[in-house]
């Protein structure tokens, strides 16, 4: 007779070994779903990176003050001191001289009248050796313009027909002579013609271009790069452009310039690398679904804004560093704001502090997509606002009034 014995253990083992598998899966999936919430909770604080520095800045800043100066300040302190006796009396009585002219005032802002036609805002970070020259040309182009205009309007009664122009050089924090080299500049020009806005910190290209900006005295204002890529001949052209653009809007005067190389893309593409084609091509199609499809260049550091629009989109803007210009194609964009995408005349400039590598350009091609999402989303969910206006001028309150009852001047 054969006893037949079940052992529980061993009836029981398929029933565990299941059960572990299942722990087994469950962790997996519970892992899976940390690691997807991790990733997405990352993702969404780069993405919004941008929003959350813009949120955490200071809304009120100081007043700015630049040097005032008379022209030819230099050669004048420089006689004075001349008479001393040694070298080092020679050297206090530059200083004392020195400062007794430097006289400081505060900076206008655009709720002041304009009281010349054109500003030109230049960023400058360490550019002590490229800023001269970019100066120079640009400053013999002003005063040929100049000339020209007073020659055209010398016939007339009214002096709106000459050209009247300050320049801005916007100091971003540099390490280097930058302030030293540009205030050399407003010396010997005067102050009315050339003023240093200096920052204390680094707050980037567009942080630097928004106080100039917004600091201005000009009907319209340039923002130009201090390497002098594109061609300041354009400007003429451009300003004739905008004020086109503006001529069907009733007395307000909102007209955009917006400097373009997309002619050169075809030339570019035979000679550029692949990876940079391919970059190109893919942000050009990003810029048309997220920003907008009006303009084709949007990185172009050569854009021209009457001050009615320059209060519009410098008064709030938010990114200060890679896609400050994304977010004011964007904001005209959703405004109808009139832009002119103008062709200029553009070349590469050694010396770039941002491109130098080719991880540079997938790097600065990522922070580029992710200020285009920044941008769309934050207007899209509101949590950035624009400024309300008509075709009339601006919908503001208190003082500073509407600027489109402004009547502007051309120069030709």
């Not at 452009?241 to 007209?255: W, Y």
């Not at 350009?361 to 999402?373: E, K, N, Q, T, Y």
């Amino acid at each position: 007779m054969v006893l037949s014995v079940s052992s529980p253990s061993l009836s029981a083992l398929p029933d565990s070994l299941g059960l572990q598998h299942v722990q087994g899966q469950q962790h997996l999936l519970a892992g899976a779903v940390a690691l997807i919430s991790a990733v997405l909770t990352l993702s969404f604080l780069y993405v919004f990176q941008p929003a959350l520095a813009a949120w955490r800045r200071p809304q009120d800043h100081e007043p700015h003050t630049f040097v005032k100066y008379a022209p030819n300040s230099s050669s004048s302190s420089s006689s004075s001191s001349s008479d001393s006796d040694s070298p080092a009396r020679n050297t206090r009585a530059t200083r004392r001289a020195t400062v007794a002219e430097e006289e400081e005032e505060r900076f206008p802002t655009l709720a002041d009248p304009p009281t010349v036609l054109l500003s030109l805002v230049i960023p400058a970070y360490n550019e002590e050796v490229r800023l001269p020259v970019m100066l120079d040309a640009t400053l013999a182009y002003l005063e040929e313009w100049k000339k020209r205009s007073s020659k055209n309007g010398s016939g007339s009664s009214s002096s709106s027909s000459s050209l009247t122009y300050e320049l801005i050089v916007v100091d971003d924090g540099s390490t280097d002579r930058t302030v030293e080299v540009a205030s050399r500049y407003s010396r010997i020009l005067g102050s009315d013609v050339l003023r240093v806005l200096k920052l204390r910190t680094n707050r980037g290209k567009g942080g630097a271009i928004k106080e100039g900006m917004l600091h201005s005295r000009g009907e319209y204002a340039l923002m130009v790069d201090a390497d002098g890529a594109t061609d300041i001949t354009c400007l003429e052209r451009m300003l004739v452009r905008t004020q086109g653009v503006e001529e069907g809007m009733e007395g307000g005067s909102m007209g955009i310039g917006v400097g373009s190389r997309a002619h050169y893309e075809k030339d570019s593409v035979a000679t550029r690398a692949w990876y940079r084609t391919i970059l190109m091509k893919g942000l050009h199609m990003l810029v048309t679904v997220l920003i907008s499809g009006r303009i084709k260049d949007t990185q172009c550091g050569f854009k021209l804004f009457s001050r009615a629009a320059n209060k519009i989109l410098f008064g709030t803007l938010h990114l200060e560093r890679w896609g400050f210009d994304l977010e004011i194609v964007h904001v005209c964009d959703r405004l109808g704001l009139p832009m002119v995408e103008v062709a200029v005349n553009w070349q590469e400039v050694e010396g770039s502090k941002l491109i130098t590598n080719k991880l540079d350009v997938v790097l600065a091609s990522v922070g580029i997509f992710r200020d285009m999402l920044c941008v769309r989303l934050c207007y899209l969910l509101g949590v950035w606002k624009t400024t309300p206006w008509t075709k009339e001028g601006l919908k503001v309150s208190g003082g500073g009034g509407r600027e489109g009852g402004r009547r502007r001047r051309k120069v030709e």
